[in-house]
C-alpha cells in the first residue's frame, strides 16, 4: 500500500484524520496521502485537492443550495481516483458526502474504510444500507457500535476516541488560564458557538446576549470565546456588535481545548466540543438550532432513534448535560441552565463530574494507533 485517498468534512474530522495520517507513516514511512484536508491533515503532510471548508455544511434542508457545489466535486474526485485508482479510501466522517463516493470508488475496485460512525445507531438507521456492501472497514469510537454494525453484517471495529487520548481530565485551571493570558481568580464562561459558519450564525446572537445577562449577575465573570478561524471571528464580532456590544469578550484564535480546561462553565454547541468538554471534566450546557423545516422533518418522520443529542448523555444513558434545542434554545433557558450548573450542589457535581472521568477512562485506548493498526492488517 503507498497511496492513500482520505477525505474530511470539518474541523473535528480533520483533527482524527490528522492523527491517524501520522500513525499511519509511523508504521510505513513512505505511504502519501491526497484528498479533502484541513490545516492539521495538510500539516501531516496530505495533499488537499479542494477547500475542506466546501463540505462543512449542516441541516437536511440547508445543505440544498450547496448540493450542486458537493455533486461536482464528489464527481471529479470519482474521476481522478477511477482513472489512477489508490490503493485505500478513508472517508473521517462527512458521511453524506463520503458514503456516496466510497459506493462509487468500492464499484471500482477500491478498498474502503470509514472512520467515525455515522450515528445511523441515532437517527436515520436505514443509512446503514449505504454501509452495506461499500465499506470493507468501519471504525468506530465508541464500543457499543460494534454490536450494532455486527447485526448489520458489515465488519467494525472499536478503536477508542483520540480525544480521550490526548484530553487530560481536569487538568489544571490556574496553568490553562497562565498560559492564555487570563485572570487566575475570576469564574469564567466559555463560550463555544460552533466552528461552522451556520452554526454561528444560529447561535451566535443567542449565545452572546446569553453571556451578557450572566455578566450582569456576575460582573466578575469572565467571558471568552474561542474562534477557530479568521472569518468566524468577523462574523460574530459583527453579531457581537448588534446585539450585546458593551460585553467585554475575550477572543482567542483557536486554543479551544485550552480554555475548557480554564473555564468554569461551557456553553456550547451541541456537537464533537461537548464530548472535548466531558473529557476535560467540565460542566457544561448544549445548545443546537437547526432551520424550523429541518426539525419539522426530524420529528414528523421520527428520524431520531435516541433520547439525547449530545455524546455524553447517550454513552451516560442519562443527561449529565442539559440539552436545550431549537425552542428551547432561548435566552432566558440558557441563562437559567448556566445559573444552575453555578448553584449545582455538592453532591450532584461530584457525581457528574465521576460520570465524566469514567467515560474518559473507556474511551482512552490509543485510537490513532489502533485504527492504523487495524487498517494496515487488514489491506496489507
Known amino acids: 500500500m503507498q497511496r492513500i485517498a482520505i477525505i474530511a468534512g470539518e474541523a473535528s474530522g480533520d483533527l482524527l484524520a490528522a492523527r491517524l495520517i501520522l500513525a499511519l507513516k509511523e508504521l510505513k514511512s513512505d505511504l502519501v496521502f491526497e484528498g479533502i484536508a484541513g490545516p492539521e491533515m495538510q500539516a501531516a503532510g496530505c495533499v488537499s485537492l479542494f477547500p475542506m471548508e466546501k463540505l462543512s455544511v449542516m441541516g437536511l434542508v440547508e445543505v440544498l443550495k450547496d448540493l450542486p457545489a458537493l455533486l461536482s466535486i464528489r464527481k471529479q474526485l470519482k474521476k481522478r481516483w477511477t482513472a489512477t485508482p489508490p490503493d485505500l479510501f478513508i472517508g473521517v466522517d462527512a458521511p453524506d458526502f463520503n458514503l456516496p463516493l466510497a459506493a462509487k470508488l468500492h464499484a471500482e475496485g477500491i478498498p474502503t474504510v470509514h472512520y467515525v460512525s455515522p450515528s445511523i445507531w441515532a437517527w436515520r438507521e436505514k443509512r446503514v444500507k449505504k454501509i452495506q456492501g461499500n465499506i470493507d472497514l468501519m471504525l468506530t469510537l465508541f464500543p457499543f457500535e460494534?454490536?450494532?454494525?455486527?447485526?448489520?453484517?458489515?465488519?467494525?471495529?472499536?478503536?477508542?476516541?483520540?480525544?480521550?487520548?490526548?484530553?487530560?481530565?481536569?487538568?489544571?485551571?490556574?496553568?490553562?488560564?497562565?498560559?492564555?493570558?487570563?485572570?487566575?481568580?475570576?469564574?469564567?464562561?466559555?463560550?463555544?458557538?460552533?466552528?461552522?459558519?451556520?452554526?454561528?450564525?444560529?447561535?451566535?446572537?443567542?449565545?452572546?446576549?446569553?453571556?451578557?445577562?450572566?455578566?450582569?449577575?456576575?460582573?466578575?465573570?469572565?467571558?471568552?470565546?474561542?474562534?477557530?478561524?479568521?472569518?468566524?471571528?468577523?462574523?460574530?464580532?459583527?453579531?457581537?456588535?448588534?446585539?450585546?456590544?458593551?460585553?467585554?469578550?475575550?477572543?482567542?484564535?483557536g486554543q479551544s481545548r485550552l480554555l475548557m480546561q480554564a473555564a468554569n462553565y461551557l456553553l456550547m454547541a451541541s456537537g464533537t466540543a461537548v464530548l472535548e468538554g466531558m473529557l476535560a471534566g467540565r460542566l457544561m450546557v448544549a445548545a443546537y438550532r437547526v432551520s424550523p423545516l429541518t426539525w419539522w422533518l426530524i420529528h414528523t418522520f421520527k428520524l431520531a432513534k435516541v433520547k439525547y443529542v449530545t455524546l455524553p448523555n447517550n454513552l451516560a444513558g442519562e443527561e449529565l448535560v442539559p440539552e436545550l434545542l431549537q425552542d428551547r434554545a432561548t435566552v432566558s433557558e440558557l441563562v437559567a441552565a448556566i445559573a444552575s450548573l453555578m448553584a449545582l450542589p455538592a453532591e450532584r457535581r461530584t457525581y457528574v463530574l465521576q460520570r465524566f472521568e469514567g467515560l474518559h477512562t473507556q474511551l482512552h485506548c490509543d485510537a490513532s494507533a489502533n485504527a492504523a493498526k487495524a487498517i494496515m492488517e487488514r489491506f496489507t
Request: hydrophobic share 45%; proline share 6%; net charge neutral.
Open 146 to 253: 460494534v454490536d450494532f454494525y455486527k447485526k448489520h453484517q458489515v465488519a467494525a471495529q472499536f478503536v477508542g476516541h483520540p480525544l480521550a487520548d490526548e484530553v487530560q481530565f481536569n487538568a489544571s485551571a490556574s496553568d490553562a488560564r497562565q498560559q492564555l493570558g487570563l485572570d487566575l481568580t475570576k469564574p469564567m464562561l466559555g463560550v463555544l458557538p460552533g466552528s461552522r459558519t451556520k452554526e454561528v450564525q444560529a447561535l451566535g446572537a443567542v449565545f452572546l446576549q446569553t453571556a451578557q445577562e450572566l455578566k450582569a449577575k456576575h460582573p466578575d465573570l469572565q467571558i471568552v470565546v474561542p474562534i477557530v478561524r479568521a472569518d468566524l471571528k468577523a462574523q460574530l464580532q459583527a453579531i457581537q456588535q448588534q446585539v450585546a456590544a458593551d460585553l467585554p469578550v475575550t477572543y482567542l484564535e
